[in-house]
């Protein structure tokens, strides 16, 4: 009977120490990858390839956000309606990750970078799923203020481009929803894009 | 009356058994980070998977942790089986006391440490989410780049052998007591004969 109580005891003992003295053998010249490997520091740190977001290299002309990064629009064509003010533009977008997403919503406002003129409001078609590493259109519709068209009209008359940055963003990724209170910088739109 | 084997014991032992194998396939206790899932966590005793974006990420210390509750409840469920072929034996009571707790520990210290992880997860990252249900959490602006919010939908639940353990440690402990049904009736004196 003392017999089977001593081998329950090491019984005991030997199932958690030996997984446990196993791994700490293994880690022993670095205890604290028992707890944080690098895979998991490089996520705390913002550098894992897992994730492709630096905070570090958001910072662009506009000295706002940029949420690029986890996804890359490219710019394809766009309809006018000059009578009703709207347009619909589509985009090319890349899923950078080795991870299907969805867009599920998209909105953001753009202004004129010269006096912060309210130029127009964008909002997501339909919800686009991009598959991991590959390429999909997507539809952005929007309209444009009158104010900001007279503005157009007054002081860019000889320019072939207006620059524009977009205010406000949100954009809902698989039930992620990123919201920029900066700017971003979305460049020089030239005239003959949208008619 | 002599009992030649305790039934509940029997079917606890196999029940632990099967619950280790269960464990390692369902989780316990599941939290969905996005929607559809771009993170999620898998919890019981013997497995824990991280899997963020597509990538497993493997914890040294809980992977071990695992391997010795594994081998614990193995060693529990093996020993309860030996111990309900031979309940009368005199090292019974030492096999009962050894097998009959494992599975009621683990419940006891899972639910303890989804406790603990939730509340040390909030104290130290600022993320909080729930145990149970659903919603939509912020992450701490340490994770997020400068001038943006983000906010994710969490979903969070326990499955269903979390509940199948309980009925495990359940009948573990309804074993312990009938083993003093069958220890008195061991002890009972033989009935009187007729003369």
Known sequence: MQVIGIILILISV???????????IIYRDDLSQLVITPQIRDIINGNSPIIPVNSNSNVDS?????LGGLMSPTFVSAQVDEATHTFTATFKITNTLNYDLTLKSFSANVEITQNHIQASSLSLGNPVTVQAGETAPLTISGSWTQAAQDYIINNYS????????IANAEVNVNG??????GTIDAGNIPFNVVG | MQKKINIIAFVAGISTLLLIVISIFVPWWQL????????????????LNLDLLGNFITIPIIYALNIACALSLASGGIIMLIYSLRPNKSYSNKLLGFGYKKPLYAVILFVIGMFAMSYLVQRFSGFAFPLIGSGSQSLPQGMAPNGVNIEVAVSAGFGWPFYFAIVVAGLCVAARLYHRKIAADTMLPPPPQKQ
Do not use: R
């Open chain 1, 176 to 181: 992620v929803v990123i919201q920029s209170s």
């Open chain 1, 62 to 66: 506009g000295g706002g956000p940029n």
């Open chain 1, 14 to 24: 030997g199932t958690v120490v030996g997984p446990v003295g196993a791994v700490a």
């Open chain 2, 32 to 47: 969905a980070v996005g929607s559809p899932a771009i993170a999620s966590v898998n919890v019981s005793p013997v497995n």
């Open chain 1, 158 to 165: 000889s320019s072939a481009s207006v620059e524009v940055f």
